[in-house]
């Protein structure tokens, strides 16, 4: 069955020096201080990572322009910046300012809005717990509109992604926002009233959840990998009852804790589990593939998502988690199988790579000193591969 797949890469525009930043890490902080002094966990581990091109500075127009231009070369169609709003403060804007303001940059791009609060999570599990700015939401609705107009002008874009020719917004963690279903509501209604503009949301689904009642708000799910295959069941829509003794389930069902529960937890994490947790990259694709094939069945548009490689050493040190088995042949290989269940199944043709340029967790797709370009030579031959024998 022909299927044109388009492929879209997580973008995150933290390579660049913010207030913010200089505020809670010190001044020119940017996530390049972690990834420029990870060191080694054990014999043969790949770090620090080293990008072939230098430690980037996203604010510099040319930067972004001459990445844009490589990413298209390798049959990247796009990317969906991460979006930071904080009642009115935008944190990490200005590499989506120099897109937006400048209609000569020829490449689509979208939003996912990372709704989380900002915390000192790097430091300990507990660090989770210091929260530098949080994430409250706006409780009045004229508040709220000042977010919907800044998104209503992203969307009309021309360059904007669309899906049914809606433009795409995605949300990280919808399952924290108060009342939910009156938010989308009122976004969608808002950016009708302004410019007849209707719009496709889709919730990012990173773990199982006790209750999907969410998805009744949402005109698809994204499915977030690596973290989705890693802590959640192969089936995680099943009606199936849950088995805590599963170490899938136990693990998701501990993330979806409560907050004060989780006070509780993080200290005497911190105490007993703080070491590094390895992880292999053929089981974690496998499983991947199977929640992908699984939930191409269920009742709601189903966006599915690739990974690159995982290791966050640079954030997290000796207790980061690590995928082991990477190389780029494995990495095309694995795409192409999820190609093939894409074109076979009932998913839509849209693919989100994570990521780009996610260097601090070792998920990217830009060249480094150790291995070239290859990644990108893989989604290259894949999507040529696509345009000839679909059958791949």
């Not at 694995?334 to 076979?344: G, Q």
Request: hydrophobic share 40%; proline share 5%.
């Amino acid at each position: 069955m022909k299927k044109d797949i388009k492929f879209y890469c997580f973008f995150l525009p933290q390579f660049h020096e913010c207030p913010f930043n200089n505020q809670w890490w010190g001044r020119g902080f940017t996530e390049w201080e972690n990834v420029r002094n990870a060191k080694p966990l054990f014999k043969g581990h790949l770090q620090p990572r080293i990008p072939s091109h230098g430690y980037f500075d996203l604010t510099e127009e040319g930067v972004i322009e001459s990445q844009f231009d490589e990413a298209k070369h390798h049959g990247i169609d796009g990317f969906v910046f991460y979006h930071y709003w904080y009642e009115g403060k935008r944190l990490l804007g200005k590499p989506l300012d120099i897109v937006f303001k400048n209609s000569d940059i020829n490449i689509n791009y979208s939003l996912c809005w990372a709704n989380h609060s900002w915390t000192r999570s790097w430091k300990n599990r507990s660090g989770a717990l210091d929260v530098l700015i949080e994430q409250t939401y706006e409780d009045a609705y004229e508040d709220r509109c000042i977010h919907f107009r800044f998104l209503h002008d992203v969307f009309v874009d021309s360059r904007y992604i669309c899906i049914d020719k809606l433009p795409l917004f995605q949300i990280y963690n919808p399952q924290d926002i108060p009342n939910l279903p009156r938010f989308i509501d009122e976004l969608r209604k808002f950016c009708l009233k302004v410019s007849n503009t209707r719009i496709h949301i889709s919730a990012l689904v990173t773990g199982w959840l006790p209750s999907w009642d969410l998805i009744n708000s949402f005109d698809s799910i994204t499915l977030h990998q690596p973290a989705l295959a890693l802590f959640s069941p192969a089936d995680i829509f099943s009606e199936v009852k849950i088995n805590m003794l599963d170490h899938s389930f136990f693990t998701a069902a501990v993330r979806a804790l409560p907050l004060p529960v989780k006070k509780i937890l993080y200290p005497i994490q911190d105490a007993i589990f703080n070491k590094a947790s390895f992880y292999d990259y053929k089981s974690t694709w496998e499983k991947s593939l199977l929640q992908t094939a699984n939930a191409s069945h269920a009742s709601f548009r189903v966006l599915p998502s690739a990974f690159v490689d995982f290791d966050n050493t640079p954030r997290y040190k000796a207790r980061a988690k690590i995928i082991r088995g990477f190389t780029p042949e494995l990495f095309g290989y694995y795409l192409r199988k999820l190609c093939d269940i894409m074109t076979s199944e009932l998913c839509e043709n849209i693919l989100f790579i994570n990521a780009w340029n996610e260097w601090g967790e070792g998920m990217y797709l830009q060249s480094d000193v150790d291995y070239g370009n290859s990644r990108l030579v893989q989604i290259q031959k894949i999507k040529e591969t696509l345009r000839g024998d679909h059958r791949m």
